[in-house]
């Protein structure tokens, strides 16, 4: 669970964290429009960290084997602004198919809460 964990604060946080500024906070906060260098290298590094979880999570219920974890909760946060900041992560069917796994447990779907941009 750790390793994912850290995986997620290393990699997977700058990758999506990225491309939600860019694409949605940069207009909240006045700071202009999306810098199209910054979309473009947080496109790859999504690209490269979804092939990780992707191919990750092929055979696996979850991403610690079959046992929903913490880790799980980590990882999957940042999937909750997937479509509104457009990351190219379509093609990743396994993460497609984790994360709709997810939206099933109603105490998930209940604490999401869309923010107002």
Same mark, same amino acid.
């Given at each position: 669970?750790?390793?994912?964990?850290?995986? %997620?604060?290393?990699?997977?946080?700058?990758?999506? +964290?990225?491309?939600?500024?860019?694409?949605?906070?940069?207009?909240?906060?006045?700071?202009?429009?999306?810098?199209? %260098?910054?979309?473009?290298? +947080? %496109?790859? %590094? @999504? &690209?490269?960290?979804?092939? @990780?979880?992707?191919?990750?999570?092929? +055979?696996? &219920?979850?991403?610690?084997?079959?046992?929903?974890?913490?880790?799980?909760?980590? @990882?999957?946060?940042?999937?909750?602004?997937?479509?509104?900041?457009?990351?190219?992560?379509?093609?990743?069917?396994?993460?497609?198919?984790?994360?709709?796994?997810?939206?099933?447990?109603?105490?998930?779907?209940?604490?999401? @809460?869309?923010?107002?941009?």
């Amino acid at each position: 669970m750790s390793r994912w964990q850290f995986w %997620e604060n290393a990699h997977w946080d700058p990758a999506c +964290g990225s491309l939600i500024f860019e694409r949605l906070l940069k207009k909240v906060f006045g700071q202009g429009d999306a810098s199209p %260098e910054q979309i473009e290298k +947080g %496109e790859g %590094e @999504v &690209r490269r960290f979804g092939g @990780v979880l992707n191919g990750w999570l092929a +055979g696996r &219920r979850f991403l610690c084997g079959n046992h929903l974890s913490l880790a799980d909760f980590s @990882v999957g946060a940042w999937l909750n602004y997937a479509q509104r900041a457009q990351y190219p992560i379509d093609d990743f069917r396994e993460i497609g198919r984790w994360y709709a796994g997810l939206m099933e447990l109603p105490a998930w779907r209940e604490s999401i @809460v869309a923010p107002p941009f």
